[in-house]
């Protein structure tokens, strides 16, 4: 009897361990087929690893629509799944997470490279981490331009012509198609000439370039600013892209204009009947040529006390360039004593616009000389002469 119940109680003990063992399995179980959900964000090229599943961003097909292209594979597997996905909608792969695959879904499209995704799947699978991709790491047939915009002057005055010159180069190693460039719209700071806006050719092989080149004319002072222009391009495949110039400051200083100065060197005061010399020095002191200059002198005097005997005080020159000088001289015989003044107003033409100079001078004739007046101071001597003479004799008897 004592054997029979022995082995009733060992029947017993393993009932219990057996089913205690079948509770714990059925509890793992249940962990194992827990789901979770865990968000990601990927670059084209990037992928994430979740257990033995690789997910992978291959483009972003369209930002506008929301629609991206990815690659969903297991290891030691042949499932594979290309799909293209819409944002805000589910999308499962190998039956989805709820029988032990995966369910994604787009939550956001940042731009043409890069998204934001969320993954279900069992919790025993871990946490998602992210991978370079093989297709990322090849090297890739793009076009790549390069744009630069010149200018031959950053420093102009209103009315200056400045030549704008925009570059585009092909440094990747695919064709660039399509191709536009976008400058800065019309700056009211300018008068556009030939060339604008500035076109390049449609297509540039890898290495090749073009240019175009515009002209326009400063049409008001100030600091300009001009903004970056921008080529756009796509490759292959029809994906866009761009690529943008350094932006460039001109200044535009007021209009030049020319400056006329004169200067007169005057004779010392001239003897009656005596000659003396004017010069003049016309010169030009500003930053643009003066046309068509007219000097001319205006003597105020009471009768005609200068007599000009060579040369003139009135002169004309078609053009004194900037920096330039032009002299001349009169010689005048003086005729009447007295103080003469002359008004010398110079007249002259710059970009269409009448401009005038003057100065005033003097000239002095001094009186006739009376050569008995030097004898006058000799008198009241001779005179003494004569009273000390006289008393010496006087004295002297």
Avoid: C
């Avoid at 326009?216 to 994906?239: C, H, L």
Wanted: charge should be negative; charged fraction near 25%.
């Amino acid at each position: 009897m004592r054997l029979i119940y022995l082995a009733v109680l060992v029947l017993l003990v393993l009932s219990m361990q057996l089913t205690l063992m079948a509770a714990a399995a059925s509890d793992e179980e249940d962990i194992e087929n827990e789901i979770t959900s865990r968000q990601f964000s990927l670059k084209v090229g990037e992928g994430v690893k979740i257990g033995d599943y690789r997910v992978e961003l291959i483009s972003v097909v369209s930002v506008m629509d929301g629609l991206i292209e990815v690659k969903v594979w297991k290891r030691v597997s042949e499932f594979e799944d290309w799909r293209v996905m819409e944002d805000h909608r589910d999308a499962n792969f190998d039956e989805g997470a709820e029988r032990g695959g995966l369910t994604l879904t787009v939550i956001d499209i940042f731009d043409e490279e890069a998204v934001r995704m969320r993954a279900e799947y069992r919790t025993n699978f871990g946490y998602p981490q992210k991978y370079v991709t093989e297709r990322a790491l090849a090297p890739k047939n793009l076009p790549k331009l390069e744009v630069s915009t010149t200018v031959d002057k950053t420093e102009i005055s209103v009315g200056d012509e400045v030549k704008a010159t925009v570059t585009v180069k092909n440094v990747g190693n695919d064709t660039a198609r399509d191709v536009t460039i976008q400058d800065s719209p019309p700056l009211p700071q300018f008068r556009y000439l030939a060339g604008y806006p500035p076109k390049i050719k449609n297509q540039l092989q890898p290495g090749e370039s073009d240019l175009a080149v515009y002209s326009m004319v400063a049409a008001t002072e100030g600091e300009v600013k001009m903004p970056a222009t921008v080529a756009r391009y796509a490759d292959s495949k029809s994906t866009i892209y761009s690529a943008t110039s350094p932006s460039i400051k001109i200044d535009i200083n007021p209009k030049r204009r020319p400056n006329l100065v004169l200067n007169v060197d005057p004779p010392a005061p001239i003897k009656h009947g005596g000659q003396g010399t004017i010069n003049v020095t016309v010169k030009n002191d500003g930053d643009a040529s003066a046309y068509r200059v007219v000097v001319k002198a205006e003597v105020e005097s009471q009768g005609d006390g200068l007599e000009l005997l060579k040369g003139s005080l009135d002169e004309s020159f078609f053009e004194i360039p900037q920096g330039e000088l032009e002299t001349y001289s009169a010689t005048f015989k003086g005729s009447r004593s007295g103080i003469y003044d002359v008004n010398l107003k110079a007249s002259y033409q710059g970009d269409g616009e009448m401009m005038q100079k003057e100065t005033a001078f003097e000239v002095a004739v001094l009186e006739r000389e009376y050569k008995y007046l030097y004898y006058l101071p000799i008198v009241p001597v001779l005179i003494m002469s004569v009273w000390l003479f006289r008393r010496y004799r006087e004295y002297k008897y």
